[in-house]
């Protein structure tokens, strides 16, 4: 199933009580126009706060010019445009998770500082078409963005306080589901005998 802005919207209207649809999430209606405000950051903020399968990928890292006031690490490296939050970072070719630092360069730009060469990142990537978004990132974005919004729409905190308790639970439940997704438990002819036994 694909997902869009205006489904995402208008779940968040339900789970606030609100039962007139939008049918443009980016028109002129006082609705649209908060929930776009608080949109991308709230998506984003979901994004970083779990390492969502659908959203992680590998890219590997080119040196920075940008310059360090100090530094205990050997390498300093661009952060990527579309990095939400870096997971992981290993040697090119090799898959021991290594240490790793995100730092401020003199020019305000965001590095990456190791101690690996040639290295390669994990992260979560920045997905913003909606299409790509799996259902439960869906459900955990129209709740917290209801957590958000309620106060305005409202006029009522209540409901928000709700549904941030209710965004917590699905989180915790989508991270169940997204283990599934992994190869870290993988069936295995011995285990699975001496299991019987």
Not at 167 to 178: E, R, S
Not at 180 to 196: S, V
């Amino acid at each position: 199933m694909t997902f869009s802005k205006a489904q995402i919207f208008n779940i968040t209207l339900n789970i606030l009580g609100v039962s007139m649809p939008l049918e443009n999430p980016n028109s002129d209606d006082n609705r649209a126009i908060l929930l776009n405000n608080y949109y991308e950051l709230a998506r984003d903020y979901v994004l970083k706060d779990f390492d969502w399968n659908f959203a992680s990928t590998f890219r590997e890292l080119a040196l920075s010019d940008n310059q360090l006031a100090q530094s205990n690490y050997k390498y300093t490296y661009a952060y990527p445009n579309d990095c939400v939050c870096a997971r992981d970072i290993f040697q090119k070719g090799f898959y021991n998770q290594q240490k790793f630092c995100i730092s401020s360069a003199l020019d305000s730009s965001v590095v990456i500082l190791s101690d690996v060469e040639n290295a390669v990142l994990r992260y979560t990537r920045r997905v913003d078409k909606e299409i790509y978004f799996s259902c439960e990132f869906v459900m955990a974005l129209s709740y917290y963005l209801a957590s958000l919004t309620s106060g305005v729409i409202l006029g009522s905190v209540q409901k928000g306080e709700l549904a941030w308790e209710k965004y917590n639970k699905i989180l915790a439940h989508a991270k169940v589901l997204n283990a599934y997704e992994t190869g870290e438990n993988l069936y295995n002819e011995e285990t699975y005998l001496d299991m019987r036994c």
